[in-house]
């Protein structure tokens, strides 16, 4: 009997691992099903483009059905609900069971709002093409509905957090502002974009340059920047700040970190720290047929830190599980997964960004090619040198 390989989530883990299983499972050798929420797969990190409406949504979003080049993998557009681990059987939201043999677990991040008043409700999340599609449309109805109340919070866009993503979206909305305020005939002035974060500066745990460089770039192009403050409450139109401020806003964009999917912390798993605890092969402890990568996964590199949520992370556990699970299938030994770090690139807009590749230090403009460089990297691998033509072919500014 062909055995059966099930993956939940369409992200960066599960698809990559579906392109490795279709590369060397040799023909009936095994059954997969890719299960994924949606018909697309996002790129997630890019999202705050589709936020702030600075990138098409074909630039950002993928069809599943045409990535996968081979029918050695059948796609479900399905949404997962649990898992039975005794009876080897995802069970969905529609009701129909799915049988596996071997299971990976690649669900993916969600936002933290660590139970501040307020934020779950009124916040806009980065966490997926439809929370940022979200993001955009308000965006555009605030400006719309200025031109008649006049009412100074409508153009008021605060960013939560100044981490790699918070400063990726405060980039794009430096980029966006200013022509949605030609669209709508608003004055420039008259829009503020606010970022404020907890820690003493931008980009905590980056290296000086890299703030430096981040802080006087997005300060240049009119940032209002509010570092040692803390967001202790969030209403529809106002935001209530650690130093007693009472903000006027009607968009928040949270970006105050992420979890693991909470998904996760329902089924029989070993969870710690919102994520699942995994071995050196990728295996979740305790479970030999149950995989799980990406940012549902815990990975410990050393006794005391797990390796981060990072798309870089969740590719190279990919290329390592993949392999893993036509190894398990054929009875043969699983490889260790070992992680290597080339580099972290955080983009400020389209033409600067900030970070290092191989140990260098780089800002600017070069920076921001090398980020083109890395997404770039990323599709070639997904889909060979015709889908990174196609998608670099696409409108990178199409709304305004
Ligand atoms: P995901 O990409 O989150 O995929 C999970 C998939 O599971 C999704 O398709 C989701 O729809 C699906 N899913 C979830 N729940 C269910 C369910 N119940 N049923 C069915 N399907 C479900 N990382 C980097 O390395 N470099 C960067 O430059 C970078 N930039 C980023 C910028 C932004 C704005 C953001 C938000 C993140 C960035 N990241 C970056 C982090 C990176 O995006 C994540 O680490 C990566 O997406 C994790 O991949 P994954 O496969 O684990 O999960």
């Known amino acids: 009997m062909k055995k059966k390989i099930v993956i939940l989530g369409g992200g960066y883990g599960g698809l990559i691992t579906s392109r490795k299983l279709e590369k060397l499972l040799k023909d009936n050798e095994a059954e997969v099903t890719l299960i994924n929420k949606h018909e697309y797969h996002y790129i997630a990190t890019q999202l705050h483009k589709t936020g702030a409406g600075t990138a098409s949504d074909d630039k950002i979003t993928l069809h599943i059905p045409e990535l996968l080049k081979t029918n050695k993998i059948t796609f479900k557009k399905a949404t997962v609900d649990t898992v039975d681990f005794n009876q080897q059987q995802v069970h969905l939201e529609n009701g129909e069971k799915v049988n596996y043999d ?45 031109q008649s109340d006049k009412d100074p919070s409508r153009l008021t866009f605060v960013v939560a957090g100044a981490g790699f993503t918070g ?106 720290k919102s994520r699942v605890k995994v071995d050196s092969y990728l295996r979740v402890q ?12 815990r990975f410990m590199k050393n006794d005391t830190e797990a390796l981060p949520p990072t798309a870089q992370v969740a590719i190279q556990q990919a290329e390592v599980c993949g392999p893993n699970l036509i190894a398990a299938i054929r009875g043969e030994s699983l490889k260790t997964f070992e992680y ?27 920076a921001a090619l090398m980020k083109q460089v890395v997404e770039a990297r990323y599709l070639f691998v997904l889909g060979g040198p015709m889908l990174v033509i196609k998608q670099f072919s696409k409108l990178q500014k199409p709304y305004q």
């Open 102 to 146: 071997y299971l990976l677990l690649s669900l993916g991040y969600e936002v933290d709002t660590f139970g501040i008043p307020g934020v779950e409700e009124n916040a806009f999340k980065i966490r997926s093409f439809r929370s940022t599609k979200a993001i955009y449309n308000h965006m555009l109805h605030q400006f719309e509905a200025y």
């Open 286 to 297: 305790g479970k030999e047929n149950v995989f799980c990568i990406g940012d549902a996964a």
């Open 167 to 272: 400063v990726e979206m405060i980039g794009e909305l430096v980029e966006a502002i200013p022509g949605l305020c030609k669209k709508f005939d608003v004055p420039i002035n008259k829009t503020r974009i606010i970022n404020i974060e907890a820690s003493e500066s931008v980009l905590p745990g980056f290296d000086k340059k890299a703030i430096d460089f981040t802080t006087d770039y997005v300060q240049k192009h009119g940032v209002e920047l509010m570092t040692s403050t803390k967001i202790m409450e969030c209403s529809p139109t106002s935001l209530t700040l650690s130093d007693g401020t009472d903000l006027p806003a009607r968009t928040l964009i949270w970006s105050g970190g992420v979890r693991g999917n909470r998904l996760l912390e329902k089924l029989d798993l070993p969870v710690e």
């Open 340 to 366: 290597h770090h080339k580099g972290t690139v955080a983009s400020i807009g389209n033409t600067a960004a900030v970070g290092n590749v191989f140990g260098i230090k780089i800002s600017g403009l070069f």
